[in-house]
Every structure is written in C-alpha cells, then in structure tokens.
C-alpha cells in the first residue's frame, strides 16, 4: 500500500486514474468480506478457504506483469482483491476459534501483522532506495509465496457449521439509530483516509521525501497503533464510548490539517503520524468492541461483514476516488483538506446520534 501509488504514478497514468486503481483495493471489501464470511460459515472450512484465495489472488495479481494498461490493470486488481480479502477475515475467526477460552491472547497474536507491515514497508523502501519503483512488483512476490506456503502449514478444520440465528433480529439491529450513527461515523472515517492511503506517499515524495523516508513515517503511525491497543483498555475504564469517539474523530480531523500544511517540518510530520493511534487504532478498537456488543454472538459475523463492506469498503473507496478529483483539480494537500472536512461532518453525527450498546449485550460479552 505504502508504494503502490508510487508504482502506478511511475507506470504513467494519471491521479484520477491512479486513485480509481487504488480504489479498487477497497471497493471489493465492500462484498468480499461477506461471500467469503458466508462461504467459511456455510462449510466451516476457512483454513481450506484461506488456502485458496492466497494461491488464486497470486495468480491473479501476476497479470500486472503483462502491464495491460489502465484498464486492463483495473481488472487485475479487482480480481486479485476479491480474493486477496478473502485473507484476512477467515484468519482472524480462525485465530479466535483457535484461541478458543483464552481469546484474550488475541492482541499478541494480530501484534505480528504489525511487526509484519513494519519491517516489509522498512526493507522495501530501503531497497527502492537502489533500484526503480517499477521493481515493486517483483520485490512482492517472495511475500506473496510465503503467505501460500504458511496457510498450508496450518491444520484445516472438522467442518463445523454455524447455527441458525433468530429470524428478524438482524434487520432490528442494522436500523437503530445508535447502530446508522455508528456505521456513519466509521463510513466518513475511511472516506477522510482515501487521500492517506491513496496520495501520502506521493504527497511526501512531491515534498523531497526518499522512498526510505516515506516507508518509515508510515511504519511509525504503525507503531503509534500498537502503542495504543496496549492501552485502549485502560482509556476504556477512564472515558466513556462516546468520548474516545469524539476525541478520536478530532485528533484525526487535526492530523490531515497537519499533513496538508505543515508537510516540510519533520517533527509536525512525526507528530501526525502519531495520531494515526486515534484516527484508526482507538476507533477500530472500539467499532469491534460495539459489533460485539450490538449484534451478539448470532449476528457477530453478520455484523463484522458489514462493518468492513460499509466503511473500509465503500467509505475507503469513494475517499481514494474522490480524493483523484481533489488532487487532479488542485493539489494533494486539497485531498487531505477534504478529509478534515469529512471528519467534521462525522464529528457532529458522532456527538448527536451515537449512543453506547445495551448494558446486558456489553455485560455478556465481558
């Protein structure tokens, strides 16, 4: 993510089209999260499944090899993505339904994902230092067999099914105000980070930043997310949901404020990326704490799927698309000014509409 925009930028097409490539990566998590969830649950063979879409999304993402221009490049990436986010989702049950009793484990085991991201976007970027961007694609093919081979060192499971839930349940849920204010406030979230994911790189490379610099302020905002999933309970006990939201929401609104005007000085630049802690750590520790509580355990899946299509899917998507329009119309710092506006606006649907989950759904969830 760090240097795909980077790469397309180098390939020659253009920011609209650069940002509709992009979007691609988020829009298929508007329906692949829930064909894959429905398909794990339905047969109970996620790790089968997991194996599958690791080897068919490599394959697929082979074809940006034959550099089959802009829309050629769109179908490759939309087909390598809808398997590709088969990936993580299925894992994720995996590790919970491995974890079994001690789900508590669960922080150190997702801590790799982040050391992970760290030392690649590192080596990468130290590599592209030395060699041209148009050698990223080849400088991931060694990660993309090393998922395929440890998704077969993994032992697959006995098939069990999910039972039925309570017919009905779900549409209650999905329309309580509490629950469209909360599915509104994370869609402008990702709308806000479309220019992030989309233009960051090629806003600090417009700014004389080296391909080693940018790969290491990207990691920092990594480590800034780690830091706080270290201490999200204890902010838990001290504030209220609705508070840390808020709060979140406003440090995220000031970080893009901050990368958008204040770019050339490194320590504002450093400090930014710190709030990277707020503006996804905080909030996605809180959304899978409010599925939890919200939907319970019959619609958790349901709700996840949703969770994920709805903001990372179609928020991340139209951000990265629309973000294009800013940035081809006048400049990347205008594409971050659009996201601090974004946040405003989910400011104040957050501080009238967003209400904590029922009391008894909290308490049994623990």
């Not at 590709?84 to 079994?100: D, H, K, Q």
């Not at 395929?148 to 209650?172: D, H, I, T, W, Y």
């Not at 600090?204 to 940018?214: A, R, V």
């Not at 959304?287 to 958790?300: A, T």
Request: contains cysteine; positive net charge.
């Amino acid at each position: 993510m760090p240097y795909w925009s980077l790469y397309l930028e180098g390939q020659g097409f253009t920011y609209l089209q650069i940002a509709t490539l992009m979007a691609t990566i988020q829009l298929t998590k508007i329906v692949a999260p829930s064909v894959w969830g429905w398909l794990g649950d339905r047969t109970g063979q996620r790790v089968r499944l997991v194996r599958f879409g690791a080897i068919t999304g490599s394959l697929f993402f082979a074809g940006v090899f034959l550099e089959p221009g802009f829309y050629g490049l769109l179908l490759v990436m939309l087909a390598f993505t809808f398997f590709w986010n088969a990936i993580l989702p299925l894992y994720e049950v995996i590790t919970l339904r491995t974890l079994g009793k001690r789900k508590d484990k669960y922080g150190k085991v997702r801590l790799w994902g982040s050391v992970g991201f760290i030392v690649a976007v590192g080596l990468v970027g130290a590599i592209l230092e030395y060699v041209p961007i148009q050698s990223l694609p080849w400088l991931l093919l060694p990660v993309f067999a090393g998922i395929a081979v440890s998704a077969f060192l993994l032992p697959a499971e006995q098939g069990e099914r999910k039972p039925s839930a309570p017919k009905g349940s779900l549409k209650a849920i999905v329309t309580h105000p509490a629950v469209i204010a909360f599915f509104l406030m994370n869609f402008l979230l990702q709308v806000s980070h479309g220019a992030y994911y989309t233009f960051f790189s090629i806003h600090l490379d417009q700014h004389g930043y080296g391909k080693l610099s940018i790969g290491l302020l990207w990691s920092l905002g990594v480590i800034a997310e780690i830091g706080l999933f270290l201490v999200m309970h204890r902010l838990s006990h001290r504030f209220s949901f609705r508070q840390i939201a808020i709060g979140a929401l406003t440090l995220t609104m000031i970080r893009w404020v901050l990368i958008a005007e204040v770019t050339d000085v490194l320590a504002v630049l450093i400090f930014a990326q710190c709030l990277h802690a707020a503006s996804y750590g905080a909030l996605h520790a809180l959304s899978v704490q409010y599925i939890q509580g919200f939907f319970g355990k019959h619609h958790h899946g349901q709700g996840q799927a949703l969770y994920s299509g709805l903001t990372f899917g179609a928020g991340g998507a139209l951000g990265a698309w629309m973000s294009g329009f800013l940035v081809d119309g006048f400049s990347t710092s205008a594409a971050f000014w659009g996201g601090a506006v974004a946040m405003l606006v989910a400011i104040v649907i957050t501080w009238r509409g967003l209400r904590p989950p029922p009391a008894p759904a909290v308490q049994t969830e623990g």
